[in-house]
């Protein structure tokens, strides 16, 4: 790991349904992620502008996964923690968000803690769920069971390599007609096929912001048709262009966890 950008403070723990990230928050015009959020501030103070709701304040906000919102800071460094909604059982971030919004300054105090911690010894290894969420929240959160033939679609869609995959192909390689593939899938991880491979296919970018690379070449390997494509997707999910996300993530350091590890270094 190149100590400059450990030395900067800025880091990013990437596991296949969890990723902590310290770093740059940029201006961003509206987001909509895919994941459940828990802003921290690591001074001052946040403001979030939901799309549909009243503005809040303080040094710890939460989003709901697929909700618009605008977020800005006193300080230019934030903490985001964020957790893939079809890793746990239905209600569960739901209650989590209650339970954090009810002791905001004592999880705040948590995850700036489980930051120092990162800066100090950052985790390698294969870094579960569980051992990630006690680190932030104190306790691990119920894992979801979904069926196994929506594992393996949601496990070809995280595929990087190849051809994307495709409602039809996922259909294909668990047995089922399109129509009945895509009904499942809906009914098991409470979003569309479309835009959950939409969002998976955004998030995976996170895994080379702080490369030198080619952004043209990058779309195309992960899967996007053309660059304006690209560039529309990034900024939706996270509300900053692809350039500008790689050019404040120089010094970020990143370390991968699991699976993810593992389709970074097929790319």
């Known amino acids: 790991m190149d100590l400059t950008r450990r030395d900067s403070g800025h880091l990013m723990l990437i596991t296949p349904d969890r990723v902590f990230y310290a770093g740059l928050l940029g201006r961003p015009r509206q987001r909509c992620s895919g994941a459940f959020h828990v802003y921290v501030a690591l001074n001052?103070?946040?403001?979030?502008?939901?799309?549909?709701?009243?503005?809040?304040?303080?040094?710890?906000?939460?989003?709901?996964?697929?909700?618009?919102?605008?977020?800005?800071?006193?300080?230019?460094?934030?903490?985001?923690?964020?957790i893939e909604p079809e890793s746990v059982p239905v209600g569960t971030l739901d209650r989590l968000a209650m339970r954090i919004t009810r002791d905001a300054a004592?999880?705040?105090?948590?995850?700036?803690?489980?930051?120092?911690?990162?800066?100090?010894?950052?985790?390698?290894?294969?870094?579960?769920?569980?051992?990630?969420?006690?680190?932030?929240?104190?306790e691990a959160l119920p894992q979801r069971k979904l069926d196994p033939r929506v594992v393996?679609?949601?496990?070809?869609?995280?595929?990087?390599?190849?051809?994307?995959?495709?409602?039809?192909?996922?259909?294909?390689?668990?047995?089922?007609?399109?129509?009945?593939?895509l009904h499942l899938f809906k009914e098991e991880t409470d979003i569309s096929f479309r835009a959950f491979r939409a969002w998976k296919?955004?998030?995976?970018?996170?895994?080379?912001?702080?490369?030198?690379?080619?952004?043209?070449?990058?779309a195309?390997?992960?899967?996007?048709?053309?660059?304006?494509?690209?560039s529309h997707s990034i900024r939706r999910f996270y509300g900053l262009k692809p350039r500008a996300i790689f050019s404040g993530s120089r010094d970020l350091a990143i370390y991968r966890s699991g699976e993810t590890a593992?389709?970074?270094?097929?790319?």
Request: some cysteine; glycine content about 6%.
């Open 106 to 138: 004592a999880y705040a105090c948590r995850i700036r803690a489980a930051y120092e911690e990162l800066v100090q010894r950052p985790l390698s290894g294969d870094v579960t769920s569980a051992i990630f969420d006690r680190l932030c929240l104190g």
């Open 152 to 181: 393996k679609a949601i496990a070809l869609i995280n595929r990087f390599s190849g051809e994307p995959a495709t409602a039809e192909s996922c259909a294909a390689a668990v047995g089922l007609s399109t129509s009945r593939f």
């Open 201 to 218: 296919r955004a998030r995976h970018l996170l895994n080379f912001a702080n490369q030198d690379l080619n952004l043209a070449h990058l």
């Open 262 to 267: 593992d389709l970074a270094a097929a790319r």
């Open 220 to 230: 195309q390997d992960i899967g996007y048709p053309d660059s304006t494509h690209f």
């Open 44 to 82: 001052g103070g946040l403001r979030l502008m939901p799309e549909q709701a009243a503005e809040q304040r303080g040094e710890l906000l939460v989003v709901a996964p697929n909700q618009q919102h605008t977020i800005e800071s006193d300080y230019r460094t934030v903490i985001v923690v964020t």
